[in-house]
């Protein structure tokens, strides 16, 4: 089984910048589509974005052109890059296989001055 660790959450003020990164174990990572998620606190958890083994991206409208997933199959790593942070992205993120598959442990993220 796949296990995922994420890190790179923080505290960073409006109009600023985070890169999460999720890092897998295993050797099929190459193999897996691999998506974001966030969960604010009260709310559901929500799809942010997926990225595919052919490196195909697709996001969520809230983040569409803040924010862009990549992933290092070398690595066997997949990040978030994050801009222009809003108050509303804060939230727990987590990775996952998509679109099914266990969940990381999460990393925090908020925004606000």
């Known amino acids: 089984q796949v296990h995922l660790v994420e890190s790179g959450g923080g505290l960073v003020q409006p109009g600023g910048s985070l890169r999460l990164s999720c890092a897998a174990s295993g050797n099929i990572f190459s193999d897996l589509f691999m998506a974001w998620y966030r969960q604010a606190p009260g709310k559901q958890r929500d799809f942010v974005a997926v990225i595919t083994t052919t490196y195909t991206t697709s996001y969520a409208d809230s983040v569409k052109g803040r924010f862009t997933i990549s992933r290092d199959n070398d690595k066997n790593t997949v990040y978030l890059q994050m801009n222009n942070l809003k108050p509303e992205d804060t939230a727990v993120y987590y990775c996952?296989?998509?679109?099914?598959?266990?969940w990381g442990q999460g990393t925090q993220v908020t925004v606000s001055s």
């Open positions: 996952r296989i998509f679109p099914q598959g266990p």
